[in-house]
């Protein structure tokens, strides 16, 4: 049994909705993979942070934040550590960083990332900052300590859109991705579609745990566009920067403007997408109307969907969960597994158990 000591940056949504998975899963986990989850220590701005080599019981940290909103009182050795100190002193396998996303710097997930890989542990992360901004240098990094780097969370949650693209339909040859990437978007403007005002469905989405801390990186296109330059960066060898993506969001969009969509069969869709072409690529973030027979009409709620255009295989349409929090806080769990599976003890546990 093989198992992993867990430090979690950021208890909101994500990290709690892990604890969930850990504390329900972790014997089948041990079973089917031969691996432990323990969280060693969680630290968050807000709600406290605590620390416990043996192991934090992630009942106790669920009910406490349930009763309390907080871990202040959560009986632990350790308490109130900053993040770096954390990483630092926590003897941690894995960083788990599930902290605000900030597109303009990364930080201080970068810093926390860095702090990470350079004192050798391996690094899982949600947060869409430091991938979008500066991921060929923290995959080198990564390499040069010999650890790896997990962002299945960063796109479409728990839906495993990057192990797909990354794992197999890189030597297809992937020319064009495209697809509704954010969550929030598509549960609003679902929404309005059945008569909710922008407003009331915004406050919904973000009460379903689906929107960032600020909400303006979704409904403006910003959470989307990061997603594309991920995707184009990671698995169609770009080098896109944010500001190569033509981004317009849905803020703009009216009721009005969705029942005349739905008077002629038409559905408001926020689509993201990038495409190579012979002299470099395009990519834009935009809202489309498309008709009842196109694919992505039906796509509902927080639910994503993303088409991956290849010169071997045509086109390939993964759908699932894009946003919430047990969904995303089973991306963690899918890079902790592909972050196992490179190990050498899996390969021999797979010899021994078969
Ligand atoms: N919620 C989703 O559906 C979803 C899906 C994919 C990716 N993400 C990303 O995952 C991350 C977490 O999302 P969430 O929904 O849990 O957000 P959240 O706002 O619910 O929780 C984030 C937590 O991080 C804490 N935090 C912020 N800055 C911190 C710092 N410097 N040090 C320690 N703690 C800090 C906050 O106090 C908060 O409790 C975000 O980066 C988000 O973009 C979220
Ligand atoms: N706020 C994001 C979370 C998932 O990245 C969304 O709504 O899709």
């Given at each position: 049994m093989k198992k992993y000591k867990l430090a979690i940056i950021g208890f909101g949504n994500v990290g709690q909705g892990l604890a969930k998975i850990i504390r329900d899963k972790n014997e089948l986990l041990s079973k089917k993979f031969g691996i432990e989850l323990s969280i060693v220590a969680v630290c968050d701005l807000y709600k406290g942070s605590i620390a416990n080599s043996s192991g934090l019981d992630p009942e106790i940290l669920l009910s406490d934040i349930e009763k309390?909103?907080?871990?202040?009182s959560t009986s632990a050795p350790?308490?109130?550590?900053?993040a770096i100190e954390m990483i630092d002193n926590?003897?941690?396998d894995i960083l788990i960083e599930l902290a605000f996303t900030d597109l303009?710097?990364?930080?201080p997930a970068l810093s926390h990332v860095k702090r990470a890989l350079n004192n050798g542990m391996h690094v899982s992360m949600t947060n869409k900052g430091p991938v979008a901004l500066h991921f060929p240098e923290l995959h080198k990094l990564a390499s040069s300590k010999n650890v790896q780097i997990g962002i299945?969370?960063?796109?479409?949650?728990?839906?495993?859109s990057i192990h797909l693209g990354k794992g197999m339909l890189l030597a297809a040859g992937i020319t064009k991705i495209q697809g509704i990437l954010n969550g929030t978007t598509n549960y609003i403007l679902g929404e309005m579609s059945t008569g909710a005002d922008y407003e009331v469905a915004l406050k919904k989405a973000q009460e379903l745990g689906?929107?960032?801390?600020?909400p303006t990186g979704d409904v403006e296109g910003h959470d989307t566009a990061a997603k594309v330059v991920i995707l184009g960066n990671l698995l169609m060898d770009l080098s896109l920067t944010l500001d190569d993506i033509d981004r317009t969001g849905?803020?703009?969009?009216t009721n009005v403007d969705i029942s005349n969509a739905t008077k002629s069969n038409k559905y408001w869709k926020l689509i993201g997408s990038v495409q190579k072409r012979d002299t470099g690529f395009i990519a834009s973030v935009k809202p489309e109307m498309v008709s009842?027979?196109?694919?992505?009409?039906?796509?509902?709620?927080a639910t994503n969907a993303i088409t991956y255009s290849t010169e071997l295989l045509g086109d390939i349409t993964l759908i699932g969960p894009g946003a919430g929090g047990m969904e995303t806080g089973y991306a963690v769990i899918e890079d902790i597994l592909s972050i196992h599976r490179s190990a050498p003890a899996y390969r021999e546990y797979r010899l021994n158990s078969q």
């Open positions: 309390y909103g907080d871990l202040k350790i308490t109130g550590w900053n926590s003897g941690a303009k710097t990364g930080e299945e969370g960063t796109v479409m949650s728990g839906t495993p689906y929107a960032e801390a600020d849905i803020s703009h969009i009842s027979d196109h694919p992505l009409a039906f796509i509902n709620g």
